[in-house]
């Protein structure tokens, strides 16, 4: 009778424990990426490395007028977004949805954006940078580079 009482206690405690999950993490993002649809006279890149470490930069003829350093963390079992490089600290924006090939983070603490979404649409990368009442809608192509690899 013990013996079946600490059989039970012992399969209680195994069935009890958490398992953790692997967080899955976005590596549809790994590439180089063009800009399709920016203005005339601009060209936007984004990088993203196998580490999913990024760079987003924004080209006028030679001069760099926008730059970001991007990245997804893990904190605390959680994924998030970090910005640097835009604000004077980094900025973070939470996963809040995500499938194979597209995520939603949010920051609604962040004036603009305060929820941006990536995805995969007919071999393109798309992001959309929102707040409430406004919105960018970015396009990338993939192309050949041998910087960030």
């Known amino acids: ?10 399969l209680l405690m195994v069935s009890c424990q958490n398992e953790k999950k ?3 993490k976005p ?9 399709v649809n920016d ?29 970001e350093t991007l990245s997804i963390v893990t904190i605390k079992d959680t994924l998030f977004l ?5 604000n004077e600290n980094p900025t973070l924006f939470k996963f809040t949805q995500q499938t194979d090939s597209s995520f939603v983070c949010e920051n609604e603490k962040n004036e603009f954006p ?3 979404k990536y995805y995969l649409e007919n ?3 798309k992001a959309i940078v929102s707040s409430d009442d406004f919105k960018i809608d ?12």
């Open 123 to 125: 071999d393109q990368l």
């Open 22 to 24: 692997e967080i899955q």
């Open 39 to 67: 203005k005339e006279g601009v060209i936007t890149y984004e990088m993203w490395n196998s580490s999913l470490k990024g760079l987003g930069y924004t080209l006028k003829e030679k001069d760099t007028t926008f730059k």
């Open 138 to 149: 970015f396009i990338f192509e993939r192309y050949n580079s041998k910087f960030l690899q």
């Open 1 to 10: 009778m013990k013996l079946l009482l600490y059989i039970c206690c012992l």
């Open 114 to 116: 305060k929820k941006i």
């Open 27 to 35: 590596s549809f993002l790994i590439g180089n990426w063009i800009r």
């Open 82 to 86: 970090k910005v640097e490089a835009v």
